[in-house]
Nanobody, 127 residues
Framework: QVQLVESGGGLVQAGGSLRLSCAGS????????MAWFRQAPGKAREFVAA????????YYGDSVKGRFTISRDNAKNTVYLQMISLKPEDTAVYYC????????????????????WGQGTQVTVSS
């Protein structure tokens, strides 16, 4: 059973930066596509970013393009989300998710495509 643990969330002022990490255990995740989603209070879960297991391909939600960067370290079973120029509207619980895939180019943008989820980490951006 794959388990995911997010870390790196916190309180930051608008314009600041944070780096989220999601460490996986329970198996090698080198052939898993990985993604980040977020959910703000009273809103539906939103796609943020995804990366193929090869690391070759990535995809971003429109609201974070140019500000967030997803990366992964397969040796550490970890996916990262570097966030810069944070805005109050980025305030949410951030979740990582993974999916076992064979296609090295696969990136999924829909939450029900993913098999395993972390518990989330809170990011709060003050104005």
């Amino acid at each position: 059973q794959v388990q995911l643990v997010e870390s790196g969330g916190g309180l930051v002022q608008a314009g600041g930066s944070l780096r989220l990490s999601c460490a996986g255990s329970g198996g090698a995740l080198s052939r898993y596509a990985m993604a980040w989603f977020r959910q703000a209070p009273g809103k539906a879960r939103e796609f943020v970013a995804a990366i193929s297991w090869s690391g070759i391909r990535n995809y971003y939600g429109d609201s974070v393009k140019g500000r967030f960067t997803i990366s992964r370290d397969n040796a550490k079973n970890t996916v990262y989300l570097q966030m810069i120029s944070l805005k109050p509207e980025d305030t949410a619980v951030y979740y990582c998710a993974v999916k076992d895939v064979g296609d090295p180019w696969y990136v999924g943008k829909v939450e029900n495509e993913y098999d395993y989820w972390g518990q989330g980490t809170q990011v709060t951006v003050s104005s």
